[in-house]
Structures are given as C-alpha cells and as structure tokens.
C-alpha cells in the first residue's frame, strides 16, 4: 500500500480546473490534468473536494476519508503521472464504501488512467 499523495494548494486545484478534462457519474465528479512536474511522474497527486452542500462536517469529512482509502488502497490499478480534483456530489453522502469504490474507478476508466494489465 502506498502513501496518499494531495493537492493542497488553491492554485494546484485551479491548474487542474483550467485543463477542463471532467467526467462524472451520480456521486462524483473528476478533473484530471497530466502533470508537468518531472518529480510526480511516477504518483498521482489527488485533491477532494466535499461542499458544504453534501452534508455537515462529519458527513463531508467521511466522504473524504473513504475517497481517500479507495485512492491509497487500490493506487496500482491506476495509471501514474496525473493531477486529479475529485468533487463529491450530493448523492454520495448517501453512499457506502462499494458504491463509491465503483464510482472511483468508472471515473478513471472513462479518463482512460485504468491500467488494463493489472
């Protein structure tokens, strides 16, 4: 299992909304953006995003830990080199860990960063 590698910074999440690469599905939607820094070849830097429409802080903050565990723990299917804004959607308040997990990977699937030799 690797490390969880974010973007933190407002300007990170602002380059990746500027590239207007976005896919989406009933409980989240996804930004992705090639990366240019030659350090993160090799890692996909995520940030999450949670509104304080989904929910109060409890509920936002669990929708980010499970998006989070579902990046970290199935990270190898996943292609490399991408920073990627992940926007939860009012659905996924209601949402268990499988049906977010699902909802993760078709997102990366439609993005075509799904490694098919896994």
């Keep these: ?10 300007p990170q999440f602002a380059a990746v909304y500027r590239e207007k690469r976005s ?3 009933r409980f989240l939607v996804m930004y992705v953006k090639e990366t240019e820094d030659p ?9 999450i995003s949670v509104s304080k429409k989904v929910g109060n802080s409890v509920v936002r903050h669990r929708i980010k830990r499970v998006i989070r565990e579902i990046i970290r723990t199935d990270d190898a299917m996943f ?6 804004v992940i926007i939860a959607r009012a659905e996924a308040k209601d949402a268990d860990y499988r049906v ?8 990366f699937r439609r993005h075509g960063k799904l490694r098919t030799n896994v």
């Design 23 to 25: 896919k989406a599905n």
């Design 100 to 107: 977010l997990e699902k909802a993760v990977t078709d997102l």
């Design 1 to 10: 299992m690797s490390r969880f590698h974010s973007l933190k910074k407002n």
């Design 79 to 84: 292609d490399k080199g991408s920073d990627i």
């Design 39 to 47: 350090d993160a070849q090799d890692i996909n830097r995520v940030g």
